[in-house]
């Protein structure tokens, strides 16, 4: 029997839901839906453009809020003038906005109660103590010669075990009106051999996350962030599309510590 579309009004979607309403505007590549529950990324398609990862408020998604998606997904991201307006759509919406305003809150409510009690580290780092000085070196000197200085010297650069599809975050904070960075992560398959120009150009798009932030405000992927990604030179797209190399289980432990580059061995 043929299922009755369903009153949008009237009901939270699940994933099933959110997927069937999708496939039935024609995003029929899709195979499945994930809410998640983030502070800073509204949506990502992932494998391939087969699975849509989008923030949990979602789920009183409009109709309109779906054909938006529905492009999205059709397009396979951010590669259309449609699917770039379809994509600022679901950025404006009140009701996201106030959810991760939320989330936010709670986090930085969450950090300044360890911080009261003194604990030093708010969230997981798995990197060993030699890939925290390797990373700290990378950002040091990236932002001594793409930045300008223009980032402060003591944000943390951590390793995440815990990222499945994303390669990293910058996390923004603020207190009594003062912007500042909580951290930047990466995750920790970049460290993989031959994830050289991956994991340089992930640094770098979370270092230009970081400097539009400080600087404007702003935490997408707007315009603001677009200058500072092609002024530093990472690809300024949402979404990378090169393969990158992953553990074979995600429980496996990464210590290597890859060669710096020339340029960094002879100046950081």
């Known amino acids: 029997?043929?299922?009755?579309?369903?009153?949008?009004?009237?009901?939270?979607?699940?994933?099933?839901?959110?997927?069937?309403?999708?496939?039935?505007?024609?995003?029929r590549r899709l195979r499945d839906v994930r809410?998640?529950?983030?502070?800073?990324?509204?949506?990502?398609?992932?494998?391939?453009?087969?699975?849509?990862?989008?923030?949990?408020?979602?789920?009183?998604?409009?109709?309109?809020?779906?054909?938006?998606?529905?492009?999205?997904?059709?397009?396979?991201?951010?590669?259309?003038?449609?699917?770039?307006?379809?994509?600022?759509?679901?950025?404006?919406?009140?009701?996201?906005?106030?959810?991760?305003?939320?989330?936010?809150?709670?986090?930085d409510e969450r950090r300044r109660s360890i911080d009261d009690r003194g604990a030093s580290d708010a969230t997981h780092c798995?990197?060993?103590?030699?890939?925290?000085?390797?990373?700290?070196?990378?950002?040091?000197?990236f932002n001594r010669t793409r930045f300008?200085?223009?980032?402060?010297g003591d944000v943390p650069v951590r390793l995440s075990s815990r990222m499945k599809s994303a390669l990293g975050h910058m996390l923004p904070g603020e207190s009594g009106g003062?912007?500042?960075?909580v951290e930047v992560a990466l995750n920790v398959d970049l460290l993989l051999d031959g994830n050289g120009a991956e994991r340089v150009d992930t640094l770098l798009?979370?270092?230009?996350?970081?400097?539009?932030?400080?600087?404007?405000g702003n935490r997408g992927h707007g315009r603001s962030w677009r200058e500072w990604?092609?002024?530093?030179?990472?690809?300024?797209?949402?979404?990378?599309?090169?393969?990158?190399r992953r553990r074979a289980r995600r429980g496996d432990i990464v210590t290597r510590v890859p060669p710096l580059p020339h340029a960094v061995r002879q100046v950081a």
């Not at 003038?81 to 106030?98: C, N, Y």
């Not at 300008?148 to 402060?152: D, S, V």
């Not at 300024?236 to 990158?244: A, D, G, K």
């Open 1 to 27: 029997m043929r299922r009755r579309p369903i009153d949008l009004d009237l009901i939270r979607l699940s994933t099933a839901d959110f997927l069937r309403e999708l496939r039935r505007r024609g995003a």
């Open 148 to 152: 300008g200085g223009a980032l402060p």
């Open 178 to 181: 003062v912007r500042y960075v």
């Open 35 to 107: 809410f998640r529950r983030n502070r800073n990324t509204i949506w990502s398609l992932t494998q391939n453009g087969r699975v849509l990862n989008v923030h949990e408020a979602f789920q009183h998604a409009s109709p309109d809020l779906l054909d938006a998606f529905a492009t999205i997904a059709l397009e396979g991201g951010l590669s259309t003038p449609d699917a770039e307006r379809a994509s600022v759509f679901v950025s404006d919406w009140p009701q996201l906005k106030a959810a991760i305003q939320a989330l936010r809150t709670e986090h």
């Open 205 to 216: 798009h979370e270092m230009a996350h970081a400097a539009d932030y400080l600087e404007s």
């Open 126 to 141: 798995c990197a060993t103590p030699e890939q925290r000085k390797y990373l700290r070196r990378l950002y040091v000197y």
């Open 229 to 244: 990604a092609m002024r530093v030179g990472c690809a300024p797209e949402l979404v990378y599309e090169r393969p990158v």
